[in-house]
Each structure stands twice: as C-alpha cells, then as structure tokens.
C-alpha cells in the first residue's frame, strides 16, 4: 500500500529539468565570444544577445581608451578623457552592430575607424566654428609651415599668396575668416588641484579697463614729486594738460595768457624736470 502511494506521488510530481547554464565569458577568447556573439544574432536571442555584447565592448575598452588619449593629445584641455571615451563607446557599439566577418576584415581596423569617426563627429556637433573655417585655417597653416621650412624664415605676405594661388585680397579675406578662437570656461581650475582652494580662470582674469590702484598711487606720488617746487601757475599747466587732458589753448583761457606762452611755459618746465630727474632718451617726457 505504501509502495502505491509513492508511486502514485511520482507520477503528480514529475521530475524537473536541470536548469541550463550559462556559459562563463571570462574563460573564453574574444575569438570565441564572436561565434556565439553571431549564433545568437542568427537566432534572435535578445537576452544573449545583449549579454555577448557588452563583453566585447569591456574586452574592446583598451583599445577604445587608446584612441581617446591619441586624440586627446591635440585637443585643448577643456576637454575630458572620459567624454572622449564615452563617445568612442557609441562608435564601438555601432561597430559591433555592424560588424561582418565573411568579409574578411579584421575587427580591430574596422572598429578603429568607427571609434575614432564617432569622437570626431561629437567634436564637430560641439564646435561652434564651422568646419568650413577649420579646414581654410588647415591649409593655410600647412602652406605656412612649408614655406617657412623651405626659405627659412616666414614667407611674405605674395609669397603665400602665390603658393595658395590667391590674389592678395582674396588671402586677406580667408585669413581673416580663419582666425576664429578657440572657447574656453572660466569656471575650469588655473591648476591641476581638485580642492576648494583651487583658483578659477576667472578670479585671475585680467579687466583691461579696470584702474590699476598702484600704478595710479606711482602716478601721483611722481607728479607730486616733480611739481612741488614748481609755481602755482606752472603746476596748474602741467595737471590741467597731463591729469586733465585740457589743451593748451583751454589753458591758455583760464589762465588769460595766449596759447603761444602756455606752450613757452609748459616747454620751461619740461626741461627743468628733465634735468631734475636726470631722465634718458625714450621716455615718456622727450
């Protein structure tokens, strides 16, 4: 009777299969992975599919960093390896898509290009130059460079017109349009420092147009200087022309005196501070 029940029990409860096992990548060679990389393509297996994929892309990510850094090395230093890296990633990706071996085609050359081809196009999406601009500043920079190697010294003006076969304006005009900048932020650290005490670009911008406090302080302890033992007329010709800017006939009609004797007096005191302060040939009061 308890034979029957067991029995019985078996055949409700039927044995279940064994489970498949997926196969660990890591044991196999790239070589290997592509096989079943395109045995699952060829049977549509999304989930293996998927799983294949993303190991060739780690397996493949040397060689995506190797062409960022190559790239990286003549671009200006607002950009980051990683968005480089990251953009080679998208080539890499649409190389493995796209990939057809019964063409008999390595799968490193042909993912070079596609790794390389997609950092540039980003590149390109992010200037704000037109590449139309880049190319002119290209060529005329290589007919630059090879002329100057060949005479030894930097062409003339007709020299580079000749060899680019332009005429002079024509140059005039593609130099111009060719000198376009490149940008830069002025959040991006002066240093290498990732602190809080790290400088910005912008904390050290020079304003141009800004007072210099201490080359206004050397201004006037230097025009006191020279004109305390000067006269109270002849003080007030030398800071109304030098401080204020009026000229000699304006100051000639404060003064009620001609033009002709403000120039007189104004020619006095320059030579006596001259003398005084023993100047040489070149500054700013010959």
Same mark, same amino acid.
């Given at each position: 009777?308890?034979?029957?029940?067991?029995?019985?029990?078996?055949?409700?409860?039927?044995?279940?299969?064994?489970?498949?096992?997926?196969?660990?990548?890591?044991?196999?060679?790239?070589?290997?992975?592509?096989?079943?990389?395109?045995?699952?393509?060829?049977?549509?297996?999304?989930?293996?599919?998927?799983?294949?994929?993303? *190991?060739?892309? !780690?397996?493949?990510?040397? =060689?995506?960093?190797?062409? /960022?850094?190559?790239?990286?090395?003549? $671009?200006? #230093?607002?950009?980051?390896?990683?968005?480089?890296?990251?953009?080679?990633?998208?080539?890499?990706?649409?190389?493995?898509?796209?990939?057809?071996?019964?063409?008999?085609?390595?799968?490193?050359?042909?993912?070079?290009?596609?790794?390389?081809?997609?950092?540039?196009?980003?590149?390109?999406?992010?200037?704000?130059?037109?590449?139309?601009?880049?190319?002119?500043?290209?060529?005329?920079?290589?007919?630059?460079?090879?002329?100057?190697?060949?005479?030894?010294?930097?062409?003339?003006?007709?020299?580079?017109?000749?060899?680019?076969?332009?005429?002079?304006?024509?140059?005039?005009?593609?130099?111009?349009?060719?000198?376009?900048?490149?940008?830069?932020?002025?959040?991006?650290?002066?240093?290498?420092?990732?602190?809080? *005490?790290?400088? !910005?670009?912008?904390?050290? =911008?020079?304003?141009?147009? /800004?007072?210099?406090?201490?080359?206004? $302080?050397? #201004?006037?302890?230097?025009?006191?200087?020279?004109?305390?033992?000067?006269?109270?007329?002849?003080?007030?010709?030398?800071?109304?022309?030098?401080?204020?800017?009026?000229?000699?006939?304006?100051?000639?009609?404060?003064?009620?005196?001609?033009?002709?004797?403000?120039?007189?007096?104004?020619?006095?005191?320059?030579?006596?501070?001259?003398?005084?302060?023993?100047?040489?040939?070149?500054?700013?009061?010959?």
């Amino acid at each position: 009777m308890v034979k029957k029940k067991i029995a019985e029990a078996e055949v409700k409860e039927p044995k279940k299969s064994a489970k498949k096992t997926e196969v660990d990548l890591t044991t196999l060679q790239t070589e290997q992975i592509w096989e079943l990389y395109h045995a699952a393509r060829a049977k549509k297996n999304t989930t293996e599919l998927e799983r294949l994929r993303n *190991s060739l892309l !780690e397996r493949h990510q040397p =060689l995506v960093r190797y062409i /960022a850094e190559r790239l990286l090395q003549t $671009l200006p #230093k607002s950009i980051e390896l990683d968005d480089l890296m990251s953009w080679g990633n998208f080539g890499l990706m649409d190389a493995i898509r796209g990939f057809e071996p019964e063409r008999n085609i390595k799968f490193k050359t042909y993912c070079t290009t596609r790794i390389r081809g997609a950092i540039l196009d980003q590149l390109r999406s992010q200037d704000w130059v037109p590449r139309l601009v880049r190319l002119k500043a290209s060529k005329i920079d290589r007919a630059l460079q090879k002329l100057t190697g060949e005479y030894g010294r930097e062409p003339t003006h007709a020299e580079l017109a000749e060899a680019l076969k332009m005429d002079h304006g024509e140059l005039i005009a593609e130099m111009e349009g060719a000198s376009a900048k490149a940008m830069f932020s002025l959040s991006e650290k002066w240093d290498d420092r990732d602190d809080e *005490s790290a400088v !910005e670009k912008v904390d050290v =911008l020079e304003d141009r147009r /800004a007072v210099d406090p201490v080359g206004e $302080l050397h #201004k006037r302890d230097m025009m006191l200087y020279m004109t305390k033992s000067l006269s109270h007329k002849e003080r007030f010709i030398i800071e109304q022309y030098y401080q204020v800017g009026h000229t000699m006939r304006e100051i000639g009609e404060m003064l009620a005196l001609t033009e002709s004797r403000v120039c007189q007096i104004h020619s006095n005191v320059i030579a006596r501070m001259k003398d005084m302060l023993g100047q040489k040939d070149g500054t700013l009061l010959q």
